[in-house]
């Protein structure tokens, strides 16, 4: 199995930043694709930055420009760089993955738990 295991969340003030990271492990044989969610108290799950194996990225419209992703590396972590924060930020985030799984033989999605970003003064 393939976990995923995410660090980083934290308050901080507008304007401010942070780093998430997302660290797989297990039965890799290689991760296509990683990718950020958040989902906000009251409201869905929203795509936030996605990095597929050969660099292309996509943004959600609202991070554009503050928000950086990167791509797992040579020990399967990949991380959110998060910088001018604001309010509107704030949200439980989690890592998803799109990996080639040796055991179960195939590419399968896989999900970390959420860490907290809290955005206020």
């Known amino acids: 199995q393939v976990q995923l295991v995410v660090s980083g969340g934290a308050l901080v003030q507008p304007g401010g930043s942070l780093i998430l990271s997302c660290a797989a492990s297990g039965s890799i044989l290689s991760i296509s694709s990683m990718a950020w969610y958040r989902q906000a108290p009251g409201q869905g799950r929203e795509l936030v930055a996605r990095i597929t194996t050969g660099g292309s990225t996509n943004y959600a419209a609202s991070v554009k420009g503050r928000f950086t992703i990167s791509g797992a590396n040579a020990q399967n972590t990949g991380y959110l760089q998060m910088n001018s924060l604001k309010p509107e930020d704030t949200a439980d985030y989690y890592c998803?993955?799109?990996?080639?799984?040796?055991?179960?033989?195939?590419?399968?999605?896989?999900w970390g738990q959420g860490t907290q970003v809290t955005v206020s003064s």
């Open positions: 998803n993955a799109i990996v080639r799984d040796t055991v179960r033989m195939g590419s399968f999605s896989y």
